[in-house]
């Protein structure tokens, strides 16, 4: 079975702190995709990034990074020097087997205070 | 490239009435999903279209179908509301091979009273 899980319901921050949000993914295909996106307020769920069970290098994209070890099954995603617009709803999923059928994990609620 | 479209935004319908709402995805993108998202029960697939024909299903009762016309476009329908179909429906539309990142369209946010 197919399971994501994002522990962390809610986090908070001052603005210009560093936060991780965690996830940690359960599966038994060798080939599968781990994804995160990011849902605004305004509801629309907009695509961050998107990584292969092959390719376990961490990837940074300005002041997000991401922190993919298969040893642990986590998928973890990093912001850097937090800033108000950083506030939404942050979404893990994973993808396997046929399809594309995506299976979401619970959400992280992040705020950032200024 | 314009993005994934849905159509209403809004709903607001009544128990035991049935719903339609419409999705078109990116020009060029032959799959289309759908998701239910809830408070309670997060984001939940329901099915996904591929070349009008659906290609995975999720764990939804009959009352939830959809189809997908030659254009891709999608549509998806619930017969006999019931108060928990209450939610945000997603549609989300990529190239169609497996793994693809999926594009998420606004949603329609569906009430039933």
């Known amino acids: 079975a197919q399971k994501v899980t994002q522990a962390q319901t809610e986090i908070s921050v001052v603005e210009k702190e560093d936060v991780t949000l965690d996830c940690v993914y359960e599966t038994r295909d060798t080939t599968y995709y781990l994804f995160w996106y990011k849902q605004p307020p305004s509801g629309e769920l907009v695509f961050l990034i998107r990584?292969?069970?092959?390719?376990?290098q961490n990837e940074i994209s300005g002041r997000y990074s991401w922190n993919f070890q298969k040893s642990t099954s986590s998928f973890n995603f990093t912001i850097t020097a937090s800033q108000v617009v950083d506030s939404a709803v942050y979404f893990c999923a994973l993808s396997s087997g046929t399809g594309n059928q995506f299976y979401f994990g619970t959400g992280t609620s992040l705020t950032v205070i200024p | 490239k314009a993005g994934v479209t849905q159509t209403p935004r809004y709903l607001i319908k009544t128990r035991g009435q049935q719903v339609t709402l419409s999705c078109s995805p990116i020009s060029g993108h032959r799959s289309v999903s759908w998701y239910q998202q809830t408070p309670g029960q997060g984001l939940q697939f329901l099915f996904e279209y591929f070349s009008e024909t659906q290609r995975n299903k999720g764990n939804f009762p009959g009352r939830f179908s959809g189809r997908q016309f030659s254009n891709s476009r999608s549509e998806m329908n619930v017969s006999t509301l019931e108060l928990g179909d209450s939610a945000l429906y997603l549609c989300?539309?990529?190239?169609?091979?497996?793994?693809?990142?999926?594009?998420f369209g606004p949603g329609t946010r569906l009430t039933v009273l």
């Open positions: 989300a539309s990529s190239p169609g091979a497996p793994y693809n990142e999926q594009f």
């Open positions: 990584r292969n069970s092959f390719d376990e």
